[in-house]
DNA sequence: GTGTATGTGAGAAGCGTTCTCACTTACGCC
DNA sequence: GGCGTAAGTGAGAACGCTTCTCACATACAC
C-alpha cells in the first residue's frame, strides 16, 4: 500500500460520518496537500472492493459513503444530526428473502436505508 | 397541459416498469419526434412533484424513475427480470418510525427497496 | 543498468442533469 | 384585428461528479 493509499484510509477512518469523494479530498487538502482527486476516487475504489467502505445513499448528486468493515447482513443508520452512519442488524430478521408478498410476487434483495438520530444526537436533544 | 406533456405522459403510461429520462427520450424519439431532452426532464420533474411518478433507485449512474400514483406508505418492488416496478405495502407494517435500535438510535424514516420477481416472470420461470 | 509492474497528479473526457436563450403558442384585454 | 403577458418549447451550452489518459515516479527482480 503506497504513502497516498495509507493517507486517504487514515482520513476515513478520522470521518466520524458520511462522506463524498470530493469532502474526503478537501479534507486531506488540509492535512496531506498534494493528493489527486483521481487518487482518492481510485483508493475509495479500492476500500468499496475491499469492503471497508460502503456506499450509504446519494447527496446532492454524489456518492456518499461511509466506513463500515462489518460482515453479514446489515443495513445503515444515518444521523440525521450528525452524519453519523451506525451499523444496524436487519429489522426484518432475514426473514425477506423468498418471502412472498402482494399477489405472488417473490422477493430475493432488499435494501434498507434508516434515517434518525444516534444515540448521542438523541441525548443532546433531551437537553 | 401541453401536447408535448401528454405525450410524455402517455410513453410513462406505456413504459412497463422503471424507466431512465434517457431511455423515455429514446422511446419517444420513435414515437413522437422533435421532443427535447429537456422537455423530458421537465415534464417527469413536474410529474415527480405531482406525485405521479416516483425515484425507485439508479442504474449505471441515472436515476431510475417509475410511474407509480399509490398514496401513502409504501415501497416498491423491482422485478430482477422484466424491470416492472410494483407497490408493496410496508413490510415493516409502518412500526420502525420512533423505534429504537441498537444502543439508544431512533429511527424517523426509512427508505425501502425490494428486489425480486413479480408474479409473471416468476410463473414463466416455473415453468 | 534494464525491464516490468504498480501507483501517482494533472487535466481532459464522459455522462447525466440543469440552465440559458430565442422562439412559439395561448390567452386576456382593448 | 393588434398588443402584452405568461408559460412552454428545442437546441445546445454549462455544470458537477466520476472516470480515463498520459507522462512520470517508485519499487522490485534479474
Redesign the interface.
Known amino acids: 500500500m503506497s504513502d497516498q493509499r495509507a493517507t486517504i484510509a487514515e482520513a476515513v477512518v478520522a470521518a466520524a460520518g458520511a462522506f463524498t469523494a470530493e469532502e474526503l479530498h478537501r479534507s486531506l487538502a488540509v492535512s496531506a496537500p498534494g493528493i489527486g482527486l483521481a487518487t482518492v476516487y481510485r483508493a475509495l475504489g479500492a476500500m468499496q472492493e475491499a469492503g471497508s467502505v460502503t456506499q450509504v445513499g ?1 447527496r446532492d448528486g454524489s456518492t456518499l459513503l461511509a466506513r463500515c468493515g462489518r460482515d453479514g447482513h446489515h443495513h445503515h ?1 444515518v ?2 444530526s450528525c452524519g453519523r452512519v ?1 451499523a ?2 436487519c ?2 430478521g432475514g426473514s ?1 428473502a423468498g ?1 412472498e ?19 448521542d444526537c ?2 443532546h436533544e433531551e437537553d
Chains 1, 2 share one sequence.
Open positions: 446519494q443508520l444521523c440525521t451506525i444496524i442488524d429489522p426484518l425477506l418471502r408478498v402482494g399477489d405472488g410476487h417473490v422477493i430475493t434483495r432488499h435494501e434498507i436505508t434508516l434515517y434518525g438520530l444516534c444515540a438523541r441525548a
